[in-house]
Nanobody, 123 residues
C-alpha cells in the first residue's frame, strides 16, 4: 500500500513557475514508476509526465520542454517542475504510483493516487 500526498499547487501568472511535490509512504518507493496527471474543469484526466524506477522520463507533447519530472528515492518523493506556465495548464494535478516500474502514459497502469493539488494560471 502506498499513500501519496501532493503539495505545491497555487495561483501563478502566465509565464511563471511552480514546483509540485509528491510525498510517498512505504519502503518500496524506489520500485515504483511515478506519474503526474491533471484534470481541468469539464475535461477528462490526462497524462502529464512519468518517471520509471530507473529514471527514464516521459512527457505529454503539451508540456515537453516546459515541465520536468524528477524523483528522490532517499526522500520518497517525486517532483514536477513547471516553467513557462500557460492558462491551459490550469487543472488539478495528481500524483500516481505504478507497480509496473516502467513509465506509463495510461492511468489504468497506476494503482495508487494522491488527492490532487490545484494549479491555477492566470492570463
Amino acid at each position: 500500500q502506498v499513500q501519496l500526498v501532493e503539495s505545491g499547487g497555487g495561483l501563478v501568472q502566465a509565464g511563471g513557475s511552480l514546483r509540485l511535490s509528491c510525498a510517498a509512504s512505504g519502503r518500496t518507493f524506489s520500485s515504483y514508476a511515478m506519474g503526474w496527471f491533471r484534470q481541468a474543469p469539464r475535461k477528462e484526466r490526462e497524462f502529464v509526465a512519468a518517471i520509471s524506477r530507473s529514471g527514464n522520463t516521459y512527457y505529454a507533447d503539451s508540456v515537453k520542454g516546459r515541465f520536468t519530472i524528477s524523483r528522490d528515492n532517499a526522500k520518497n518523493a517525486v517532483y514536477l517542475q513547471m516553467n513557462s506556465l500557460e492558462p491551459g495548464d490550469t487543472a488539478v494535478y495528481y500524483c500516481a504510483a505504478s507497480t509496473l516500474g516502467v513509465g506509463s502514459l495510461h492511468e489504468n497502469n497506476y494503482a495508487y493516487w494522491g488527492q490532487g493539488t490545484q494549479v491555477t494560471v492566470s492570463s
